[in-house]
């Protein structure tokens, strides 16, 4: 079966440093991999999603990027955080386009 | 852009109780998802449904697609404290990506 691995579980970063999170899969290959972040208690933003290596969707406009340098690794970045930064990101693999395995996320907190 | 609304968005509820919460949208979905998320983890799903009028059973969980494949309800009968959690529908469009619903915070009980 598939497992998400996503570190670290808790991170604070105060406003203006750099950020970097990843996210690796197994038990399965080529897979389409999702970044979303969640307000507490709420639903899921999507922020971005891949197809494949190198390929990159960005749902909305936002200070983070994203990047999949190898089919099974995607990792979410910014240069500078901001505030609004903040929030839980989950990490998620749609193997066979039948449904979301998630990651156990990330609680960001910006100061 | 299609947005799924979920309502309510928070249910405190006694054991024992039943209850029905939905997820109601203007877009055609073509197959609608439910997951429950505890605090501090990802959503794990519960349930897909594809068929307009769809009606699955989840031991006391009963999940329902619209006929028009717009909306849908999760009914919990009994409900239990290990039901409480956050419930997200989620729906799946002509893309890759599923777009999920705002939530609803359930608490049961004891």
């Known amino acids: 079966s598939q497992t998400i691995h996503q570190w670290p579980a808790t991170l604070v970063q105060p406003v203006g440093s750099p950020l970097s999170l990843e996210c690796t899969v197994e038990?399965?290959?080529?897979?389409?991999l999702y970044w979303y972040r969640q307000a507490a208690g709420r639903g899921l933003q999507l922020l971005f999603y891949?197809?494949?290596?190198?390929?990159i969707s960005s749902e909305v406009p936002q200070n983070l990027s994203a990047s999949r340098p190898q089919d099974r690794q995607f990792i979410l970045s910014s240069k500078k955080l901001l505030l609004s930064d903040s929030g839980f990101y989950l990490c998620?693999?749609?193997?066979?386009?039948?449904?979301?395995?998630f990651g156990s996320g990330t609680q960001l907190s910006v100061l | 852009t299609q947005l799924l609304e979920q309502s309510p968005q928070f249910l405190s509820i006694q054991e024992g109780e039943n209850l029905t919460v939905y997820c109601n949208s203007s877009?055609?979905?073509?197959?609608l998802q439910w997951y429950r998320q505890e605090p501090g983890e990802g959503p794990v799903l519960l349930v897909t449904?594809?068929?307009?009028?769809e009606v699955k059973k989840l031991k006391r969980l009963t999940f329902q697609f619209g006929d028009a494949r717009k909306d849908s309800s999760l009914h919990i009968t009994a409900a239990q404290p290990g039901d409480t959690g956050l419930y997200l529908c989620?729906?799946?469009?002509?893309?890759?990506?599923?777009?999920f619903g705002s939530g609803t915070r359930l608490l049961v009980r004891p």
């Open positions: 989620a729906g799946a469009g002509s893309s890759y990506k599923l777009i």
């Open positions: 998620a693999s749609d193997p066979g386009g039948e449904k979301l395995f």
């Open positions: 891949s197809v494949g290596i190198g390929q």
């Open positions: 449904v594809v068929t307009g009028g």
């Open positions: 038990g399965t290959s080529n897979p389409n």
């Open positions: 877009s055609v979905f073509s197959s």
